[in-house]
Nanobody
Framework: QVQLVESGGGLVQAGGSLRLSCAAS????????LGWLRQAPGKERETVAA????????YLADSVKGRFTISRDNDRNMVFLYLNNLKPEDTAVYYC????????????WGQGTQVTVSS
């Protein structure tokens, strides 16, 4: 089992920055891809970023490339999402999630953290 706890959301003006943190626990974290997904009201959940255990593969959605960065600290079992040059359309609940290596769907979820970007 994997447990995930997010922190770092909040209210920020357009153009501002935030850092989201996710503390992961579990005995087999090396077997999981960790990712950040978001869901805005009335919209489908979107995968924003993901990173493998060995850091050799990362994913960033086209909508956030050049603005967001994902990093993973395996020594501390943490994954971070750096959100820069935020836009009002980035407003959403952001979830930290984990899925087994090679799996399509995420199987473990954090509680979510709200990010609100004002114009």
């Amino acid at each position: 089992q994997v447990q995930l706890v997010e922190s770092g959301g909040g209210l920020v003006q357009a153009g501002g920055s935030l850092r989201l943190s996710c503390a992961a626990s579990g005995r087999t974290l090396s077997m999981y891809v960790l990712g950040w997904l978001r869901q805005a009201p009335g919209k489908e959940r979107e995968t924003v970023a993901a990173v493998t255990w060995n850091l050799r593969a990362t994913y960033l959605a086209d909508s956030v490339k050049g603005r967001f960065t994902i990093s993973r600290d395996n020594d501390r079992n943490m994954v971070f999402l750096y959100l820069n040059n935020l836009k009002p359309e980035d407003t959403a609940v952001y979830y930290c999630a984990a899925k087994p290596n090679g799996a399509e769907a995420y199987t473990h979820w954090g509680q979510g953290t709200q990010v609100t970007v004002s114009s």
